[in-house]
């Protein structure tokens, strides 16, 4: 589905189309979070998992790349799994794209029922439950805490801290929260030195004043959320998104990550009172270029933490 995703995008953008999905720019972010998931957090998780099987929960779970790089990475061998996600698209999706790279990774496949799914060989059993809901809705119907709750790339779009003792009620052991963003854009090279500040300074303000909630700087305010609720914070590191070309090209799918992300800027300022219009009209085309040509460099500063409860 990746490949597939990724010809249909190659042949609109050689007919000068973009087309923004956001299923797509899951798949094309594996290969940027795989890199960044800091593996010093990775490991303290490892050695302070339950014996298997467990249950685990996450949160925010988009289409379950988080739950294939489990697998991918030998962390998880016999669990119950239950992708949480409110976009029924994604859910969707999940569905559809769980199986079909389980196949291509050597892996059995059982269709248990519409909502569950089962992924198995010789050494790994993992039973997967979709559940297209949102997050605090999920958290009042749950009847049965996890042994791990993940939140990947999640936490920054909610109302903090007054989130954190409801999201942490879903674990009676263990919170793995990934990737959450921390402060800092970086876009190289230059286009305009002063505009490329006003840009990322208003790109911050506006996960500031998101009306479901968001912080610019969730990452390091972690830190203080998780003692408040309680938890006690076991590791905790950087999970920068890094994203360069290799000889003008960018690795796996990643061209189209880079335009999603401009996509993100776009939709995030377009109109905004406190920005020339045209002005970014033409910085936004000039980052295409740049993605284009194989030449623009993004940095996305990010923290992972692993807490106990």
Not at 130 to 152: G, S, W
Not at 172 to 186: E, I, P, Q
Not at 232 to 254: F, I, M, R, T
Request: hydrophobic share 45%; charged share 25%.
């Amino acid at each position: 589905m990746c490949h597939a995703a990724s010809v249909t995008y190659k042949y609109l953008k050689s007919k000068g189309i973009m087309e923004y999905s956001f299923s797509h720019y899951l798949l094309s972010k594996q290969s940027v979070d795989d890199r960044a998931l800091n593996q010093n957090v990775l490991h303290v998780l490892k050695t302070n998992l339950p014996a298997a099987p467990i249950r685990i929960i996450e949160v925010g779970a988009g289409i379950g790349t988080m739950l294939t790089r489990l697998v991918r990475w030998d962390v998880l061998t016999k669990a119950d799994y239950v992708l949480v996600d409110e976009m029924a698209q994604n859910i969707q999706t999940a569905r559809e794209w769980i199986p079909l790279w389980a196949v291509e990774s050597g892996l059995g496949v059982e269709k248990i029922e519409h909502d569950q799914l089962r992924v198995f060989d010789q050494t790994r059993d993992i039973r997967i439950h979709f559940e297209c809901a949102d997050v605090f809705d999920f958290i009042q119907k749950n009847k049965t805490p996890a042994d791990l709750l993940i939140a990947h790339a999640f936490l920054d779009l909610l109302p903090m801290p007054e989130s954190m003792p409801s999201l942490l009620a879903l674990t009676r052991h263990l919170a793995w929260l990934t990737v959450n963003f921390d402060g800092v854009t970086s876009l190289e090279p230059t286009v305009n030195a002063a505009l490329d500040d006003q840009i990322e300074r208003l790109y911050h303000a506006t996960m500031d004043t998101r009306p479901t909630g968001g912080d610019s700087r969730a990452g390091r305010h972690l830190f203080s959320h998780l003692q408040k609720a309680g938890a006690d914070v076991l590791a905790a590191g950087a999970s920068d998104w890094v994203v360069h070309p290799v000889n003008k090209k960018y690795p796996a799918d990643e061209e189209y990550f880079l335009n999603f992300i401009l996509h993100f800027f776009e939709e995030s300022l377009t109109g905004h009172a406190g920005l020339d219009g045209s002005a970014f009209v033409n910085w936004l085309e000039k980052r295409r270029a740049q993605i284009e040509r194989g030449e623009l460099v993004y940095i996305a500063h990010q923290m992972d933490f692993l807490a106990k409860v």
